[in-house]
């Protein structure tokens, strides 16, 4: 196969390729360049897109052998992830961009493009088993439960995931840097890009703040309706956030508050106690399904945070959406959050049963 390659610079993509191109493949390496501003966005482990993730996914391209192209989707980057981003935080929502980002660029814009000069799929780094079940495509967990990203790719459609290579999803994180020094790759060692990519310094409020400016609002004690405060703007805060809500006075029981609400058009943050965070149900829109809707009523687990736990729930596909029942409450889910259903039993509790966007709790 004509596989294209998608090598950021870091050690889990160099490795991808090398097993592609050791598979008998026919690779070419491309780095993304996102930011119209790529030498400001790495610190340390921090951010990525830089110059230098451009010359170590180079370098690596030149070890394997492979040709390689640096391809300029900034703008749609800015336009598709970043505005977005901010869009979603000035509504009162909690997106995820890696989300976005691998939806509309890595297997939107990159893997469309990739088709026309006649590839045949695109290759990642990410830590994700794929298998096909009477010729639809399967999304599952990987074998490194702690790496897994399996929940950052629920929303590619079975299209998308026709064209997908994860060479990674049965490895171990020690183990992949440790073929990477093993065939002469210098970025075995390179720290993890983490935390939002075009936040570098990892302040979201302050980039929030410098695109949407203040929006001043009331701190509310959703028990008692007493004003306990101000703040600049909803787009500081999301559902479940306990630091940095400027209260100076404590809550009368004596114990921390939650960020229990948020109402963009009146600025109002309502706050209150962990005892009423936990929703028993979520409904949520923009299904996407690897096969046929769910039948019916459906035991699964859930999960709404790429590092977070999951909860076992039944789920049902309604008119445009999905409702799910969780069978014990769960803490912190916010509207903008990707809902991602597994399997719930032992034997194939790793696969992807969908995945749809949380619009509203109880």
Same mark, same amino acid.
């Given at each position: 196969m004509r596989v +294209? ?14 097993r592609a191109?050791?598979?008998g ?6 780095h993304l360049?996102?930011?119209?501003k790529?030498?400001t966005?790495r610190?340390g482990?921090?951010?990525?897109c830089t110059i230098?993730?451009?010359?170590d996914?180079r370098?690596?391209?030149d *070890?394997?052998? *492979?040709p390689?192209?640096?391809w300029?989707f900034?703008?749609r980057?800015?336009?598709e992830?970043v ?7 000035a509504?009162g929502r ?5 989300v ?8 939107? !814009?990159?893997l469309d493009?990739a088709?026309?000069?006649?590839f045949?799929a695109?290759?990642?780094?990410h830590?994700?088993?794929l298998?096909v ?7 599952? %967990?990987s /074998? ?5 990203q399996s929940y950052?790719?629920a ?10 290579m994860?060479?990674?999803g049965g490895?171990r994180?020690p183990d992949?840097r440790?073929?990477a020094?093993? %065939?002469g790759? $210098?970025?075995?060692q390179?720290?993890? $890009?983490h935390? *939002?990519?075009f936040?570098?310094?990892g302040?979201?409020?302050k980039f ?6 203040e929006?001043?609002g ?5 028990e008692?309706?007493?004003v306990?405060?101000?703040?600049t703007?909803?787009h500081g ?5 306990r630091?940095?809500?400027g *209260?100076?006075?404590?809550?009368p029981?004596?114990r921390? @508050?939650?960020v229990?609400? +948020?109402?963009?058009v ?8 962990? %005892? ?9 829109? @923009?299904?996407?399904w690897?096969?046929?809707?769910l ?5 699964c687990?859930v999960?709404v %945070? ?6 076992? /729930?039944?789920a049902? !596909?309604?008119e445009?959406?999905v409702?799910i029942?969780? @069978? ?8 903008g959050q990707?809902?991602v259903?597994? @399997?719930s039993?032992a ?5 992807v ?6 619009a509203?709790t109880?």
């Amino acid at each position: 196969m004509r596989v +294209l390659a998608a090598m950021s610079g870091g050690v889990d993509s160099a490795v991808a390729a090398a097993r592609a191109v050791g598979a008998g493949h026919d690779v070419v390496g491309v780095h993304l360049a996102l930011s119209a501003k790529p030498g400001t966005l790495r610190t340390g482990s921090r951010g990525c897109c830089t110059i230098e993730d451009a010359h170590d996914a180079r370098r690596a391209a030149d *070890i394997l052998g *492979i040709p390689f192209y640096v391809w300029d989707f900034a703008e749609r980057f800015t336009e598709e992830v970043v505005e977005t981003f901010v869009g979603e935080y000035a509504a009162g929502r909690t997106p995820n961009p890696c989300v976005t980002c691998n939806e509309k660029i890595k297997f939107e !814009a990159l893997l469309d493009k990739a088709m026309a000069l006649g590839f045949d799929a695109v290759c990642t780094g990410h830590y994700a088993r794929l298998s096909v079940v009477d010729g639809v495509p399967q999304l599952r %967990r990987s /074998a490194d439960a702690d790496k897994d990203q399996s929940y950052v790719l629920a929303s590619l459609t079975p299209e998308q995931l026709r064209h997908a290579m994860f060479p990674l999803g049965g490895s171990r994180k020690p183990d992949v840097r440790a073929e990477a020094a093993e %065939r002469g790759l $210098s970025v075995a060692q390179k720290p993890d $890009s983490h935390d *939002i990519c075009f936040i570098p310094d990892g302040d979201t409020k302050k980039f929030l703040e410098s695109r949407l400016g203040e929006r001043p609002g009331d701190l509310v004690d959703a028990e008692t309706g007493a004003v306990l405060g101000r703040h600049t703007g909803v787009h500081g805060f999301t559902i479940g956030q306990r630091k940095g809500l400027g *209260i100076d006075a404590p809550a009368p029981d004596g114990r921390p @508050r939650y960020v229990l609400s +948020l109402e963009p058009v009146s600025g109002t943050v309502k706050v209150g106690s962990s %005892r009423d965070l936990g929703v028993n149900r979520i409904d949520a829109d @923009r299904p996407v399904w690897p096969g046929d809707p769910l039948p019916g009523p459906t035991e699964c687990v859930v999960q709404v %945070r790429a590092h977070g736990g999951t909860a076992p /729930a039944v789920a049902e !596909a309604v008119e445009g959406g999905v409702s799910i029942q969780l @069978r014990e409450p769960l803490q912190g889910v916010a509207p903008g959050q990707v809902a991602v259903l597994y @399997r719930s039993d032992a034997a194939a509790g790793d696969l992807v049963l969908g995945s749809a966007k949380i619009a509203s709790t109880a």
